[in-house]
């Protein structure tokens, strides 16, 4: 199922592990919040939105993975060739967010604008290396890309239906602008 028109949007839900057995068996690490949820989620795809996979059977591991048998995957090595492979959600398969919660998916693209309305970019990505999540910003002006800490205090306002998000920079990074230094130059 290809996308057509960028509003169906895919949301990573799980990944492939090791093959299990010599039956075509595979470990599916789930990121959902609710692990078996990934389950009803199918068919799901690869990144490209290209290849479907649906679910045949699954069994719980003790871990919060499971082992799965995918529809045509009926060998070994049919299930080694997808190791590590990255799974995706249709954005309309996966619940609603409540308040103040988004999918990643949901703000990529999304046009950066300082508190008075000024175009700072378009959010390129979220990362998160476990101390909280960045957002990186592609500047306007060009450049190398800018990151943010997404909190309430530098992002207090998400408009998904504009297409906006308010960034409030941090003080420190406006005066490292504003004497035209970078963070090199900071004390």
Known sequence: MPLQDGRDRLILV??????HGVRGEIRLLSFTQDRAAILSYAPLFDRAGTRAFSLRASRPLKDGAFIVRLDGVDSREAAQA????????????????????????????????????????HVRDVLDYGAGQILEVTPEAGGETLLFPFTRAVAPGVDLAAGVIVIAAPVEIE????????AADAP
Request: charged share 30%; proline share 6%; no cysteine.
């Open 82 to 121: 997808l190791t590590n492979l990255d799974l995706y959600a249709s954005r309309e398969k996966l619940p609603a967010t409540q308040e103040e919660e988004f999918y990643v998916a949901d703000l990529v693209g999304l046009l950066a604008q300082d508190p008075e309305g000024r175009p700072i970019g």
């Open 14 to 19: 799980g990944r492939l592990g090791a093959a």
């Open 175 to 182: 005066a490292r602008e504003e004497a035209g230094g970078d």
